[in-house]
């Protein structure tokens, strides 16, 4: 049974930091592409952060450039976004995603709320 479980989301004040993480299960992970997408309310789905199946050169948002890391741990199955210096425009609930040829899986989503 493929899962992604994403955790680490919650309320936190403008400047400070969350780490979230994403657990994989019932696939081949290291093959995937994994990546971080947020969606605010009444806004679309964008992408925020991605890192190739080999944990090799990463992408960023414009947004979240120099603040966003995303790493991967292909012994674990398990794949980070760290954000720092969050602001209240950062508030979305935080999707993760793995893709690898037609195979594209989703988690369930985490909540992060910036505000003071």
């Known amino acids: 049974q493929v899962q992604l479980v994403e955790s680490g989301g919650g309320l936190v004040q403008p400047g400070g930091s969350l780490r979230l993480s994403c657990a994989a299960s019932?696939?081949?992970?290291?093959?995937?592409?994994i990546r971080w997408y947020r969606q605010a309310p009444g806004k679309e789905r964008e992408l925020v952060a991605a890192t190739p199946s080999t944990g090799g050169i990463t992408n960023y948002a414009d947004s979240v450039k120099g603040r966003f890391t995303i790493s991967r741990d292909n012994a674990t199955n398990t794949v980070y976004l760290q954000m720092n210096r969050l602001k209240p425009e950062d508030t979305a609930v935080y999707y993760c995603?793995?893709?690898?040829?037609?195979?594209?899986?989703w988690g369930q989503g985490t909540q992060v709320t910036v505000s003071s």
């Open positions: 995603n793995a893709l690898y040829k037609q195979y594209d899986y």
């Open positions: 019932g696939f081949t992970f290291s093959n995937y592409a």
